[in-house]
């Protein structure tokens, strides 16, 4: 993974092999950022995505492997308790065009991965939602 800072914005790109959360954290810790916007897009062959299930307070994943392209990948970075958290979402493309999608568990770059954090000036918390079990932004 490489990547480059302008001002509140970071262009990265995740290499093949590499694992998209891991680079995002690394990167997030690297720059000290606590609150930001993600998009990207490029190819995966190797993921978990899923929902969360609300009533039951379980996430439900699903995996997949193959040749994917990456549709949409957005999310946020932020802090809870002050430590480093994110929330990411993809939607990816199989040969067919047939797509899948969900909240981001992992996801193994096969060939690029291109990256756009949009660095906010700001922290915005999360506390656990015992209602929910989602972890939630607290103002």
């Known amino acids: 993974m490489e990547y480059k800072r302008f001002e509140n914005?970071?262009?990265?790109?995740?290499?093949?092999?590499?694992e998209i959360t891991e680079q995002v954290?690394?990167?997030a810790l690297k720059e000290n950022i606590k609150l930001a916007e993600i998009n990207a897009l490029?190819?995966?062959?190797?993921?978990?995505?899923?929902v969360f299930d609300v009533n039951e307070k379980?996430?439900?994943g699903n995996?997949?492997?193959?040749?994917?392209?990456?549709?949409?990948?957005h999310g946020s970075i932020n802090t809870m308790n002050g430590e480093y958290y994110s929330h990411l979402h993809m939607s990816a493309a199989d040969e067919t065009?047939?797509?899948?999608?969900?909240?981001l568990n992992n996801a193994r770059i096969s060939a690029t991965c291109e990256?756009?954090?949009?660095?906010?000036?700001?922290?915005?918390?999360?506390y656990h939602d015992e209602e929910t079990g989602l972890n939630l932004f607290l103002f």
């Open 9 to 18: 914005m970071i262009v990265a790109r995740i290499d093949r092999g590499e």
């Open 25 to 27: 954290k690394a990167i």
């Open 42 to 50: 490029g190819a995966v062959d190797d993921f978990t995505v899923g």
């Open 58 to 60: 379980k996430f439900h």
């Open 63 to 73: 995996h997949f492997s193959g040749a994917y392209e990456i549709v949409s990948l």
């Open 97 to 103: 065009g047939h797509t899948v999608g969900g909240h």
């Open 115 to 126: 990256m756009f954090i949009q660095v906010i000036d700001g922290t915005v918390d999360r």
